[in-house]
C-alpha cells in the first residue's frame, strides 16, 4: 500500500524557517519523482516544487524560487522541503504526491501557518 506522511508544519512567524518531511512507503521510492503541493483556505491546490527521481533535478512555483529548497535521501525514503523567509502567503496545508501505476496518491497534510 502506497503511503506519504508529511511532518514537520506549524507555525512560523513571517521571515521564519520550517523543513517539511514526506516520509513514502509502499513503493520503490528511488524510481519515481515525489512532489509537494500547498493548498490555501478558498483557493485550488497549486504545484510548489518536485524532484525527479533520477538525476534529482528539481522545479520550483515562481512563487517560492529562491525561499525553498527540495531535496531527497533514497536510503530513508524522504523528501524533504526546506522553506526560508516565509511569508504570510505561503500559509496552506502542504501534501507531497507520487504518481504510481498512474494513480494519484497524496498524503494527509500538514499546515503551514506564517504570521505577519
Same mark, same amino acid.
Given at each position: 500500500?502506497?503511503?506519504?506522511?508529511?511532518?514537520?508544519?506549524?507555525?512560523?512567524?513571517?521571515?521564519?524557517?520550517?523543513?517539511?518531511?514526506?516520509?513514502?512507503?509502499?513503493?520503490?521510492?528511488?524510481?519515481?519523482?515525489?512532489?509537494?503541493?500547498?493548498?490555501?483556505?478558498?483557493?485550488?491546490?497549486?504545484?510548489?516544487? =518536485?524532484?525527479?527521481?533520477?538525476?534529482?533535478?528539481?522545479?520550483?512555483?515562481?512563487?517560492?524560487?529562491?525561499?525553498?529548497?527540495?531535496?531527497?535521501?533514497?536510503?530513508?525514503?524522504?523528501?524533504?522541503?526546506?522553506?526560508?523567509?516565509?511569508?504570510?502567503?505561503?500559509?496552506?496545508?502542504?501534501? =507531497?504526491?507520487?504518481?504510481?501505476?498512474?494513480?494519484?496518491?497524496?498524503?494527509?497534510?500538514?499546515?503551514?501557518?506564517?504570521?505577519?
Amino acid at each position: 500500500e502506497v503511503q506519504l506522511v508529511e511532518s514537520g508544519g506549524g507555525l512560523v512567524q513571517a521571515g521564519g524557517s520550517l523543513r517539511l518531511s514526506c516520509a513514502a512507503s509502499g513503493f520503490t521510492f528511488d524510481d519515481y519523482a515525489i512532489g509537494w503541493f500547498r493548498q490555501a483556505p478558498g483557493k485550488e491546490r497549486e504545484g510548489v516544487s =518536485c524532484i525527479s527521481s533520477s538525476d534529482g533535478s528539481t522545479y520550483y512555483a515562481d512563487s517560492v524560487k529562491g525561499r525553498f529548497s527540495i531535496s531527497r535521501n533514497n536510503a530513508k525514503n524522504t523528501v524533504y522541503l526546506q522553506m526560508n523567509n516565509l511569508k504570510p502567503e505561503d500559509t496552506a496545508v502542504y501534501s =507531497c504526491h507520487v504518481r504510481w501505476w498512474g494513480a494519484d496518491y497524496w498524503g494527509q497534510g500538514t499546515q503551514v501557518t506564517v504570521s505577519s
